[in-house]
């Protein structure tokens, strides 16, 4: 009773602190995991055996080739010559950029794909002569709902793929079509929000047509390589069914190909492109959450929420959508999407492995477009909106939260029906 007590309050209360972003998350999930272990809540053995090694590798091996990829240039140029397709409109350069956010999210990750494009989004912007924060919220509420279409575009998703065993071409199958049905109504309600503060006069315009994209690309030869490699490496990840390999071991060894292809002398370099913090942060949470079940705390709440919704499925996968969806919307939903994982796996026991499909693509779909509800939702939100305070354009709390939030509520409805008409009919 004392393991149970202690390991319910240090969860919670490390919870609590992480999504609050009171103390770094990373600091606090390493604390809570030598807690666990400190403790007697979980042992050594049992708590390194807890972590997810597909998920960290396949983490590891993406950072290092998009680390690697964004020295070629290659993203600014999409940015820049797409924003020149359009003449300069700003009205479709809110829409395309959204757009091109969401597929390179749902190809790289969305985190990285803001990193490397907001800066851009904001220089083409202010030439414009307009507040870049439009366009920042736009994008980043886009790279949530394209990194939900595959396995990599979204840590929760990652940690779902190698919990439930589905692959990249499982999330492409079954997410992807809602995200292109999402991706339209994303474009029809930012055409709405902003298309009324969008106007510019045909010299500002003029400004866009004469920005150099060919200028951006600073390393043609490494350009070539990252394409290959990368096209290599997502060409791999839909042939798993055929190779057996997993996403992990693939992310690798493309990373390895790539630093072997330009210059592995500077290996040292390359593995400076890990975000260690975010790394560190999945192992320490998965060795908490590891210790939840061990105390039996898992499987009670699994035993209570299928009491609550009598194991029917259908109520149980629409439920997990806005329940998921709220929550993630006010908690990171990197530990909420671990603190389910084992949940619905014990769902998974008491209904069926196949019984149980449509509950884990609920959860993927609340736990990402859960996170375009508040400026706290995602980790792309946090970033996004850094790097824009940064260069002096803030957007608060309740900024981004006024949009946020219609774009969540109105992308979980149509979500709720697709699940409906796709799985429980």
């Known amino acids: 009773m004392f393991h149970l007590v202690i390991g319910v309050v240090f969860f919670v209360l490390l919870f609590v602190l992480i999504s609050l972003e009171v103390v770094n998350k990373t600091i606090l999930a390493i604390l809570g995991a030598v807690l666990f272990i400190a403790t007697g809540i979980i042992n050594e053995h049992a708590a390194y055996a807890e972590i997810d090694w597909n998920v960290i590798f396949l983490l590891i091996g993406m950072m290092v080739i998009v680390g690697i990829t964004k020295g070629s240039g290659l993203f600014q140029y999409i940015a820049i010559k797409s924003a020149k397709i359009v003449n300069g409109d700003p009205v479709k350069i809110l829409i395309l950029f959204s757009l091109i956010t969401a597929l390179l999210s749902a190809l790289l990750d969305n985190v990285t794909t803001v990193l490397?494009?907001?800066?851009?989004?904001?220089?083409?912007?202010?030439?414009?002569?307009?507040?870049p924060v439009p366009y920042i919220i736009s994008s980043t509420l886009a790279s949530n709902i394209g990194g939900m279409a595959t396995l990599i575009g979204d840590p929760p998703n990652i940690m779902i793929g190698s919990a439930a065993r589905l692959g990249f071409h499982d999330f492409l199958i079954?997410?992807?079509?809602?995200?292109?049905?999402?991706?339209?109504?994303?474009?029809?309600?930012?055409?709405?929000?902003?298309?009324?503060?969008?106007?510019?006069?045909?010299?500002?315009?003029?400004?866009?047509?004469?920005?150099?994209?060919?200028?951006?690309?600073?390393?043609?030869?490494?350009?070539?390589?990252?394409?290959?490699?990368?096209?290599?490496?997502?060409?791999?990840?839909?042939?798993?069914?055929?190779?057996?390999?997993?996403?992990?071991?693939?992310?690798?060894?493309?990373?390895a190909l790539l630093m072997l292809l330009v210059g592995g002398e500077e290996v040292e370099e390359f593995f400076h492109e890990v975000e260690w913090s975010t790394i560190f942060f999945f192992i320490g949470l998965f060795i908490m959450v590891g210790g939840l079940v061990e105390l039996g705390v898992i499987n009670y709440l699994a035993v209570k929420y299928l009491q609550l919704t009598k194991g029917n499925v259908l109520l149980t996968a629409e439920s997990i959508i806005w329940v998921s969806g709220f929550l993630s919307a006010f908690l990171d939903n990197i530990p909420y999407v671990a603190t389910m994982i084992p949940l619905v796996e014990n769902l998974g026991e008491h209904i069926g492995q196949i019984a149980v499909q449509p509950v884990w693509w609920s959860l993927a779909i609340g736990a990402c477009l859960g996170g375009n509800g508040t400026l706290i939702g995602a980790s792309a939100n946090v970033v996004s909106a850094g790097i824009s305070s940064r260069s002096g354009y803030k957007i608060s709390f309740m900024d981004f939260t006024r949009y946020g939030m219609i774009s969540m509520i109105s992308t979980l409805l149509v979500s709720s029906f697709y699940v409906y008409l796709r799985y429980l009919i």
Do not use: C, Q, W
């Open 116 to 131: 490397i494009l907001t800066p851009v989004i904001i220089l083409i912007s202010v030439e414009m002569g307009l507040s």
């Open 174 to 255: 079954n997410l992807g079509p809602l995200v292109l049905i999402l991706l339209v109504v994303h474009s029809l309600t930012i055409y709405l929000l902003f298309s009324n503060k969008l106007n510019v006069s045909m010299e500002r315009r003029a400004r866009i047509m004469e920005f150099d994209e060919n200028a951006s690309i600073s390393d043609k030869a490494l350009l070539i390589k990252s394409l290959a490699v990368m096209a290599l490496v997502l060409i791999m990840f839909l042939l798993h069914g055929v190779t057996g390999l997993e996403p992990s071991t693939i992310a690798l060894g493309g990373a």
